[in-house]
């Protein structure tokens, strides 16, 4: 079975600075795909970027970019040039194959300060 | 243009109600999913329906069925409702074989009081 670690339940980032949220996961797949989701208080999950695992180049998104270390089974956001808009819960998931699940981790609370 | 939808967006019943949410999927998907978001903002899978046939069943209490009536449709229907069943539901879709990314309806928010 698939876990995922968010050990951190909350943080605070100054407008403008950059912040990194961290997420472990743990898996016997080779084959697999990684999620950051964003859940702003409207409660709408929002895809922020995706990572394939088998791709070594890490993804990027405008200000999104992840750092992922496959042999350390380590896969953080981070958020550069943080904005108001940015202040939501953020949630770290894993997808083993095409038509299976997503396993959550528990998410983390970000608020962006003025 | 919703892309995934739910209805209603919010439901507040008595305990021992039975109850229904709808989803619908206009993107052409044959894969849709029920998650259940808890009172701690815990998302878990409960079903999941590819080309309306059922491949995913957490253990979740027989007092949830879901139905796919079609591909593009994926009901939740909620027997003999407990205080623990509150929770925001949300639906999801997604096409095997291409993007991997799920897409989420709105969520719907029930209350059992």
């Known amino acids: 079975a698939q876990t995922v670690t968010q050990s951190q339940p909350e943080m605070s980032v100054q407008e403008a600075e950059t912040v990194t949220l961290s997420c472990t996961y743990d898996?016997?797949?080779?084959?697999?795909?990684l999620f950051w989701y964003k859940q702003p208080p409207s409660r709408q999950m929002i895809l922020v970027i995706r990572?394939?695992?088998?791709?070594?180049q890490n993804a990027t998104e405008n200000r999104f970019s992840v750092n992922f270390q496959k042999a350390a089974k380590s896969f953080s956001l981070k958020i550069s040039d943080s904005q108001l808009g940015d202040t939501a819960m953020y949630f770290c998931?894993?997808?083993?194959?095409?038509?299976?699940?997503?396993?959550f981790g528990k998410g983390i609370t970000l608020s962006v300060r003025p | 243009d919703t892309a995934v939808s739910q209805t209603p967006k919010y439901l507040v019943t008595q305990m021992g109600n039975d109850k229904s949410i709808k989803c619908e999927q206009n993107?052409?998907?044959?894969?849709m999913y029920w998650y259940k978001q808890d009172s701690k903002k815990f998302l878990k899978i409960m079903f999941s329906?590819?080309?309306?046939?059922?491949?995913i069943n957490e253990t979740v209490p027989n007092r949830f069925s879901p139905k796919s009536p079609d591909k593009a449709h994926l009901n939740l229907h909620i027997n003999s409702l407990e205080l623990g069943d509150s929770a925001v539901y949300f639906c999801?879709?997604?096409?095997?074989?291409?993007?991997?990314?799920?897409?989420f309806g709105p969520g719907t928010r029930l209350t059992v009081t």
């Open positions: 993107l052409g998907h044959d894969t």
């Open positions: 998931a894993f997808r083993a194959g095409a038509n299976s699940k997503l396993t």
């Open positions: 990572q394939e695992a088998y791709k070594q």
């Open positions: 999801a879709s997604s096409q095997v074989n291409r993007d991997y990314e799920q897409y």
């Open positions: 898996t016997s797949e080779s084959n697999y795909y």
């Open positions: 329906y590819n080309n309306k046939e059922l491949i």
